[in-house]
């Protein structure tokens, strides 16, 4: 057997192993979206569910903060960090998304919605992306 | 019947056994003999003897609050509920025609189905030991129904197995468990297991493996009658002149294994998923109205708490009417709150900082689920579905078929997705419209004939766009139970939290149920030290 092929092995076997249930679930195997490519091709599929469409966010009986015109953008480190590790209700994401997905949606967030941070963000600034997934309990 | 030999009769036995070991060992026994099941519901609280005059607010009409203030009320407090939504239940919902949906972000949605046809956006199945929830249904007058959780003849989808093409779960499973026995016959053969088994172990396996994977005298799994007769055949059995059956081609097994179906077969059996399962009759919404018959009056709906406050002589709750936008503020000696962490997690409140870093510390996860009316039952018409789960791999994750008024003709609701985790992402961000084009295209790959075909309308929830709880349901890990976990159920002074984030039955009705049980027991007890 190759490498290639146990790697390849390897990854359909973490896709279909079977975990043990601690919410009602819809089952395995299911809810695989496309996988988003570009910064807005993951805002798209990851981001807009609470932060909508246009970044502006949206209020209930909390709000859901716009990211539109946000100040707070400005740091990378800070918009890194938040993504990664959420806050409040929001999830962390480190899992979720890759370092190149994280790099591309920050660069994204920084460069649309009104806001324009021209300083890049770097690979340095990701680093706590593309995590195993936590196991939940 | 005298055997001659006294035999102790039951009584006897345990109360020798718990002369000898005590009460653990007493119910060791009894669960032994089948007269005490495991479970964590030890009956509804017996609490008595409120001080005369004592108050308690509850934050939140859902099935913990309303079983809370129910609870309290038979125990002597004076009760009352605050909820922003202007009905009781929570997540407890069902939407029927007629209902308008109003998302986080504006969209609306009014729904379409036929009298009778609904669409449990929330919680849509009972497991048979969550016996809280089923102790109150059985108090309150809901009635309950079978939940069709697992049906051999649905189908297993997976894009990256036989081509895209659905499969039935029977074939899948009786397939995998084939090949899985004739493997490990061979491995018996080649001696793989002698330095486990005896010999008369391997002997007994090899039977058990023969009976279970259904192999042939030689234990090889092939097309026959014997393999048919679980994964179904070409031609079942009939009557008459040409009754013969005619067995089924077996699966190519690489394939197989490709389409997860043994991540499916283990779904059925973590502990929450196994048969039997309820539903309520008429919609998972009946609970919460159940709930509503003994408490609703105790509820003032449309009411938005911003403030949570508590000193030495009491707690004092600042909430606006949504509809009339007056500001209130109200007293009572003690606070079950039960509002979402998502949503208490931005109220103003004086709890201490590691209270506040509890409620801050969980995420909420995400699904999106869609209800598809159809024309008729097409399902059970055409490929005799009655009820349970089609699984796929594609982002609705799967279809659900309806588990009542079976042989009905007219239009019926089908389940068109439960989306979690990215899936559920993506479908909740997009519009009304959009989600039901994809739960039609994607969900086509069970139905391709009739899908579009039979089509009516479709309404759908994604959960952290619902203004009332941001989210579906709290998501703990092991650090943040670790860390937080005991802070956020502690009873602060006078205030308690409750709902499915402060137990470990996440996301279920039971966890909220038996949150609001233990709160208000503590609740309680302190009230009475006081």
Redesign the interface.
Known sequence: MTSHRFFLGAL?AL????A??????????????PVAKTGEEVY???????H??DAKG???????PALASNPRLGTTGYAAYIVAN???????FKD?LSKAQAQALLTYLRTHFGNDYKEPVTAADVEAFGQTP???? | MDSGRRTPTRRQLLNAIGLMGGTAAVYQMMTTFGHAAETRFPGPPKLEGARKGSTVIVLGAGLAGMLAAYELEKAGYKVQILE?QNRPGGRNWSIYGGDKITE???ATQNVGFAKGNYLNPG???IPHHHKTLLHYCKAFGVALEPFIQFNHNTYVH?V?AFGGQPQRFRSLAADFEGNIAELLGKAIDQKALDAKLTPEDTDRLKEALRGWGMLDKDMRYVKGMASSSHRGFELPPGGGVNGAPKPSDLLPFDQVL?S?I???M??FM?D??QTTMFQPVGGMGKIGEGFARQVGRLVTYNA?VTKLFQDKSGVSVTYTDTVKGVATTAKADYCVCT?????L???ESNLSEKKQAAI?A??????VKIGLEMRRRFWEEDQDIFGG?S????????ISYPNNNFFQDGPAVLLGA?????????L??MTPEQRIEVALAQGSVFHPQQYRKEFMNGASV?W????????C?A?????T?REHYQELVALEDRIVLAGEHAS?V???MEGSLLSALDAITRLHKRALEA
């Open positions: 359909a896709a279909l192993t079977a043990p249930a601690f919410a009602d679930e819809p089952g395995p195997g299911g809810s695989k979206p798209r599929t990851y981001c807009q569910a609470c909508m469409a949206a209020v209930g009986a909390g709000a859901f959420g806050k409040g209700g929001m999830p962390w979720a936590t196991s939940r309990f | 922003y986080m972000g504006g919680p849509w199945r997976n990256d490709r997860g043994a991540a499916n283990s779904f973590n929450e998923f938005k509002i979402p962490l998502t949503v997690s931005q109220i801050a969980v995420p909420y996860s995400n699904s789960h699984f796929t791999s594609q982002e609705i994750g799967l439960f989306a979690g985790g990215p899936g559920g992402y993506r909740g961000g994604a952290n766009r619902v203004p009332w709880v941001m989210g349901c998501r703990w890990n092991e650090d139970r470990y996440g996301c279920w």
